[in-house]
């Protein structure tokens, strides 16, 4: 049985449909119109930047995967340029075909041709699946990527603060009570030592 041929192409506004099926996991959470606005914008922004690529990976003809690929720097504080490979995903029906690993090689061919030193990615913690395959391409863990909404971080950053600092934060230039009742308590006692100071 011959295997059968899995080729490369630049995505187009027409992938649009295909892609949000493939990435619904990694979209933002909004409806269906909203995906599909900020995927045709993606789309074009790859077409038009010479630091991004939008692939699609065709099986026999069918689209069966995709991946973002962008030059950034490593990190902000490390400006060694890598090609990140985004959310390269397969649909589940073209498992087991060597679909990730090409788009995989299209990030490192690339990477090449550029002459950039680092592939870096991401996969979802909760997918054994994904980050075997990583570690398996020697793709190891640089740093854990966590994320939650704003409102939830203030809540608990609020509950780990001590009260005097939400009441000062809140209410810049004002001394918190606690402060003034201390310094009031310590002219108390100096006063009470030195008859003179009153």
Do not use: C
């Not at 959310?87 to 087991?96: D, E, K, Y």
């Amino acid at each position: 049985m011959s295997r059968q041929p899995v080729s490369m192409r630049q995505a187009t506004i027409a992938d649009v449909p295909f892609l949000v099926e493939l990435w619904s996991d990694s979209l933002r959470r909004a409806d269906r119109q909203d995906q599909v606005h900020d995927l045709e914008i993606i789309v074009k922004e790859a077409a038009e930047s010479p630091e991004r690529r939008l692939l699609v990976a065709e099986y026999d003809g069918e689209p069966a995967g995709a991946v973002l690929l962008r030059v950034i720097p490593m990190t902000p504080l490390n400006l060694e340029p890598t090609v990140q490979a985004l959310a390269p995903h397969v649909t589940p029906s073209f498992r087991g075909k060597g679909i990730g690993s090409v788009l995989m090689e299209a990030a490192v061919l690339w990477a090449e041709d550029l002459g950039i030193h680092h592939i870096t990615t991401a996969a979802p913690s909760s997918s054994r699946h994904a980050n075997r395959f990583m570690a398996r391409l020697s793709l190891g863990p640089q740093a854990v990527l966590r994320a939650s909404s704003t409102s939830l971080v203030r809540a608990k950053l609020a509950a780990t603060q001590p009260s005097s600092a939400r009441i000062t934060e809140r209410s810049p230039g004002r001394r918190h009570l606690g402060q003034v009742l201390a310094a009031r308590r310590q002219l108390s006692r100096r006063s009470a030592k030195d008859p003179s100071a009153s």
